[in-house]
């Protein structure tokens, strides 16, 4: 089942619109054709860019950029569809409007779109939803871990989730910091450079500065899901800063961790 392309700027060829609860997402299906005739449902791989000024920062859409063609292989290799999913705001043109072209501002509506869609694909594609795998970076790690972990009890029966450069706890509602759900199902793995923002033994140094630090995002959003009986794993990368990680890289050893360890 091919998905048509719809949108006429060369770099969103194929990615759709999906309206649900007055907000619209973009998103394209990869691996549909690939996999017709498998013999059993396949998986899905739902990856989230992080945070961009322009529609070029996002490396799903720059055209030099081999990412997606890249996840697509590796979700192909584990009989999982790809699906990324494009930030809010990303269709418009030029400078951030309304600071919505990233997933944490307005995290729960967002969220809310983002399920819709996923039931949608679940009913049209019938992947197996015992292995959903999520991937973010950035501003799509901050996303997973601020909003869809949280309804992932009801959303995902098995798989897990790779958290790059993010992925913290801070924006969870204080409401939801307790809440009465196991995710002993699901592995969870973050990935953040110790050159990405401070280091969390500086937490409490006042001389740091209180800007946004991957690693101390890293390391609160691991120890919140591990209260929650998820299996967790932090990967510290000498020398990377929030630039330039490999993403495929890691989403492929993720993967293939999963797999190993039983839940894929």
């Known amino acids: 089942m091919l998905e048509p392309a719809l949108l006429s700027s060369s770099e969103l060829v194929g990615y759709l619109p999906f309206t649900a609860h007055g907000r619209t997402l973009h998103y394209r299906v990869g691996n549909a054709h690939r996999l017709e005739g498998a013999g059993s449902s396949p998986g899905v ?3 989230f860019d992080g945070d961009y000024l322009l529609r070029s ?3 799903l ?16 290799q584990h009989r999982m569809l790809l699906v990324p999913v494009l930030a809010p705001g990303t269709v418009n043109e030029g400078v951030l409007r309304e600071a919505t072209t990233n997933w944490w501002v307005r995290a729960r509506a967002n969220g809310r779109v983002f399920r ?3 039931a949608d694909l679940h009913e049209r594609y019938g992947y197996d939803r015992s292995r959903v795998w999520l991937a973010g970076y950035s501003g799509g790690a901050e996303f997973i871990a601020y909003e869809l972990l949280l309804h992932a009890a009801d959303a995902m029966i098995g798989g897990g989730a790779t958290l790059i450069g993010g992925g913290g706890a801070d924006g969870i509602p204080t409401q939801h910091r307790a809440p009465n759900i196991s995710l002993s199902h699901i592995l969870l793995s973050w990935h953040v450079g110790d050159k990405d923002g401070r280091s969390p033994r500086l937490l409490n140094d006042t001389r740091s ?17 591990a209260r929650l009986g998820a299996r967790t794993a932090l990967h510290v990368m000498p020398g990377q800063g929030h630039r330039n990680y490999p993403i495929t890289q890691l989403v492929r050893n993720d993967l293939a961790m999963a797999t190993r360890l039983g839940y894929l």
Do not use: K, P
Request: glycine share 12%.
């Open 57 to 59: 920062g996002s490396r």
């Open 61 to 76: 859409l720059r055209r030099t950029s081999t990412l997606r063609e890249e996840l697509s292989d590796i979700a192909y």
């Open 116 to 118: 819709a869609l996923a």
């Open 209 to 225: 500065g209180g800007m946004w630090s991957a690693q101390v995002a890293a390391q609160e959003g691991g120890q919140f899901y």
């Open 45 to 47: 791989l739902f990856f």
